[in-house]
């Protein structure tokens, strides 16, 4: 019986490699994909992921080879994304405090968004994908910090890629405010390969939500993921940056997390071995 995995992705741009590495290896063992973004819109591929030879500057090397650059491309340029679930039309956002029927608004939230964890039982793991994009629209993006607690409460498998492994920090229970990964071992993007500058965005959105029709560069990245994982964490909980090493992969079961690009089909293998083999704990 073939398995199910949600993949959600930035509307503002995912890093190629780190979507076509788990994807190729899951789809290869036979499991299904559903795809999702913030407002339904198709995801662009970040461009340095389409571009074979793109010299990172803080690795100072190629991270972008023709293999992963040509399927990246195939897939941008294929109908795979077109038509992703719209996760705001889906799940619902919470009030704000000082709303008129705060209580009732309140009830019917929790009510509505019990409903959409119902839903997600038909999926055996999350997949979340990084790169620049997602410190958009998905870091802070209280929808999906519910999709991803609606997992955590059924014991499912999240994996989690690069930036987005800042949505982990930030998905707390509203009453508790405790992130999930308090006591967890992680890793995620290390401070010493952050960019100084050129932050890139593949689609721009206007006040409206129109798409721009334009990418942009910015200064350096809105935050030092590491900083934020390693105050998540607490004081019983590791951070691992793995900063020297080619790879960086950790499982804290339910939490499979991936520095960068290069742990993208590790974090394919590892979920196939935890689903299939009951692995729960991995690289620490």
């Given at each position: 019986?073939?398995?199910?995995?949600?993949?959600?992705?930035?509307?503002?741009?995912?890093?190629?490699?780190?979507?076509?590495?788990?994807?190729d290896?899951?789809?290869?063992?036979?499991?299904?994909?559903?795809?999702?973004?913030?407002?339904?819109?198709?995801?662009?591929?970040?461009p340095?992921?389409m571009?074979?030879?793109?010299?990172?500057?803080?690795?100072?090397?190629?991270?972008?080879?023709?293999?992963?650059?040509?399927?990246?491309?195939?897939i941008?340029?294929?109908?795979?994304?077109?038509?992703?679930?719209?996760?705001?039309?889906?799940?619902?956002?919470?009030?704000?405090?000082?709303?008129?029927?705060?209580?009732?608004?309140?009830?019917a939230?929790?009510?509505?968004?019990a409903?959409?964890?119902?839903?997600?039982?038909?999926?055996?793991?999350?997949?979340?994908?990084?790169?620049?994009?997602?410190?958009?629209?998905?870091?802070?993006?209280?929808?999906?910090?519910?999709?991803?607690?609606g997992?955590?409460?059924?014991?499912?498998?999240?994996?989690?890629?690069?930036?987005?492994?800042?949505?982990?920090?930030f998905?707390?229970?509203?009453?508790?405010?405790?992130?999930?990964?308090?006591?967890?071992?992680?890793?995620?993007?290390?401070?010493?390969?952050?960019?100084?500058?050129?932050?890139?965005?593949?689609?721009?959105?206007?006040?409206?939500?129109?798409?721009?029709?334009?990418?942009?560069?910015?200064?350096?990245?809105?935050?030092?993921?590491e900083?934020?994982?390693?105050?998540?964490?607490?004081?019983?909980?590791?951070?691992?940056?793995?900063?020297?090493h080619?790879?960086?992969?950790?499982?804290?079961?339910p939490?499979l997390?991936g520095r960068?690009?290069?742990?993208?089909r590790?974090?394919?293998?590892?979920?196939?071995e935890?689903?299939?083999?009951?692995?729960?704990?991995?690289?620490?």
């Amino acid at each position: 019986m073939s398995k199910k995995v949600l993949v959600v992705l930035s509307e503002w741009g995912y890093w190629g490699e780190e979507l076509v590495g788990p994807y190729d290896v899951l789809a290869a063992r036979g499991y299904e994909m559903d795809f999702m973004t913030a407002k339904g819109r198709k995801p662009p591929a970040l461009p340095p992921s389409m571009e074979p030879g793109y010299l990172d500057p803080p690795l100072d090397k190629v991270v972008t080879d023709e293999h992963y650059a040509t399927r990246t491309r195939q897939i941008h340029e294929a109908d795979l994304l077109n038509n992703p679930i719209n996760l705001s039309e889906w799940f619902p956002q919470m009030p704000y405090f000082n709303s008129p029927s705060f209580g009732h608004e309140l009830e019917a939230y929790h009510n509505k968004r019990a409903e959409c964890w119902k839903d997600l039982e038909k999926y055996d793991a999350l997949l979340l994908p990084g790169g620049s994009g997602p410190m958009v629209d998905m870091v802070n993006n209280e929808r999906l910090h519910d999709v991803i607690l609606g997992f955590l409460a059924q014991g499912k498998l999240i994996a989690v890629e690069c930036y987005c492994v800042t949505c982990l920090a930030f998905a707390r229970d509203w009453n508790d405010r405790k992130s999930i990964i308090w006591g967890k071992h992680v890793t995620g993007h290390a401070r010493e390969y952050d960019y100084k500058d050129s932050t890139g965005f593949a689609q721009m959105y206007d006040y409206d939500g129109k798409p721009m029709n334009t990418s942009a560069n910015f200064g350096p990245p809105f935050y030092p993921l590491e900083y934020i994982l390693r105050d998540a964490v607490g004081p019983e909980g590791q951070y691992h940056g793995g900063v020297g090493h080619t790879i960086s992969t950790i499982l804290d079961y339910p939490f499979l997390t991936g520095r960068s690009t290069q742990d993208s089909r590790l974090v394919g293998e590892l979920m196939i071995e935890v689903l299939e083999n009951g692995l729960r704990r991995y690289g620490w």
